[in-house]
């Protein structure tokens, strides 16, 4: 609270009384992240052709992740680390996402099914016991 405080110029009573607590501040925290940048990710995606879209979405974490100087990773990944484990809401909060997140891989790869370009993609045919490399 004192490192939002000091940067924001509020006191703790107006964003006590915003957000009721801590936990309620984390939550429009994670909603807005999951909205600004996992949705946003997904809208930008979803406007391009399937193979297209996957690789912009793996590239776009990636370079967030290579310029993360500090270090903070994914407030997503993070919370489903450190909250969901303990705690129903937030546990339903980031199932819902990373559903939402799955939905926009199984649309992507079924619209490429079974005779479209991931079928015939040498990059992504591998032997028994390999990775797929995107």
């Known amino acids: 609270m ?6 924001t110029g509020l006191t703790a009573a107006s964003l006590y009384n915003a957000y009721g607590d801590k936990r309620g ?9 999951v909205s600004e940048s ?6 930008r995606c979803e406007a391009l052709p399937p193979l297209e879209a996957i690789h912009s979405f793996f590239d776009e974490i990636l370079r967030r992740s ?7 990773g994914c407030m997503l990944v993070n919370s489903a680390l450190e909250m969901a484990p303990h705690d129903a809401e937030f546990q339903k909060i980031i199932a819902g996402v990373l559903t939402r997140i799955e939905g ?6 079924e619209q490429v099914r079974p005779t479209g ?9 591998s032997s028994p016991g390999t990775c797929l490399a995107f």
Do not use: E
Request: proline share 2%; hydrophobic share 35%.
């Open 2 to 7: 004192k490192d939002l405080t000091g940067k």
């Open 66 to 72: 290579l310029n993360d100087r500090q270090h903070k």
């Open 25 to 33: 501040l984390f939550r429009a925290a994670l909603d807005r992240y």
């Open 117 to 125: 370009p991931l079928r015939n993609h040498s990059r992504l045919q």
């Open 104 to 109: 926009f891989f199984s649309g992507a790869s």
């Open 38 to 43: 996992i949705g946003n990710r997904i809208r």
